[in-house]
């Protein structure tokens, strides 16, 4: 049983955000790693000590403080990547040139299937990885204002688009809302079938400076593997700069 704060023996220590006790010194902050399970704190000013034993130690006043939230954990990890991580600011620019339309499944961790680092590459999600006129903003924006010039399109298996029907999920927001949405959900059955047509949207595109390299590729959620995707043949590209 630890001696209480401030007695002899005990080196005093400090709460965290969440209300955890940290031991004094850096080698304290270091090692400190937020839980997401409640820890019974004695409560200060919990109306005298109780008699005996662990009894005197507990007293009346212990609660279990709440479990820290999702958000809560994302602030302590950053503080911790500003401190301990962060190598410094990078270029705007991507270093490769390159533009990434993806999926946005957590399952995914695209950096590490493409090989690319911070810096290297824009990474352009949504669900499904699909082409729609928000990622068509995107891509001109980052071939105008910050140089790239390959557009690479990767989709995967097990998707959740495969799993939807348009009508159905309109007909429920219209009953849900009362509004029947204006948007399409883009969704689709062959991943491979669609990253061909999403090529096809992307060389069709009055906006963009580079259709000539775009390429793409299916992610199988089941074994890690990447596949590439045939490129549709028969569309004649404008010349790029």
């Not at 019974?40 to 007293?59: D, F, H, I, N, P």
């Not at 924006?141 to 998707?159: A, P, W």
């Not at 596949?227 to 700069?241: F, R």
């Given at each position: ?86 190598a ?28 690319l ?43 959740g ?11 429920e ?17 062959d ?9 096809l ?20 959620v089941?074994?890690?593997?990447l ?15």
């Open positions: 049983m630890m001696p209480p704060e401030g007695a002899p023996g005990r080196r005093p220590g400090r709460l965290s955000r969440g209300g955890h006790r940290r031991g004094g010194g850096r080698q304290g902050l270091r090692s400190f790693a937020p839980s997401r399970t409640g820890h019974r704190l004695a409560a200060a000013g919990s109306g005298g000590e109780a008699s005996g034993g662990e009894g005197a130690e507990r007293g009346a006043g212990w609660h279990t403080p709440p479990a820290m939230s999702e958000a809560d954990e994302i602030r302590e990890h950053a503080d911790r990547y500003s401190r301990d991580g962060f410094g600011m990078l270029p705007l620019r991507p270093s490769r040139s390159l533009a990434i339309v993806t999926c946005m499944d957590s399952r995914m961790p695209i950096f590490a299937i493409l090989g680092r911070p810096g290297e590459a824009h990474i352009i999600r949504n669900a499904g990885g699909v082409v729609t006129d928000d990622v068509v903003r995107s891509l001109l924006l980052s071939q105008r204002l910050m140089g790239t010039r390959e557009i690479v399109l990767v989709h995967h298996t097990d998707c688009l495969t799993k939807i029907s348009e009508d159905r999920m309109r007909s927001l219209e009953r849900d809302t009362g509004m029947r949405p204006w948007f399409a959900f883009e969704s689709f059955q991943p491979y079938a669609d990253v061909k047509q999403s090529i949207r992307l060389r069709r595109s009055p906006f963009l400076v580079h259709r000539d390299r775009i390429s793409g590729f299916v992610y199988e089941e074994s890690g593997l596949h590439p995707v045939d490129a549709p043949a028969g569309i004649d590209l404008q010349a790029s700069d």
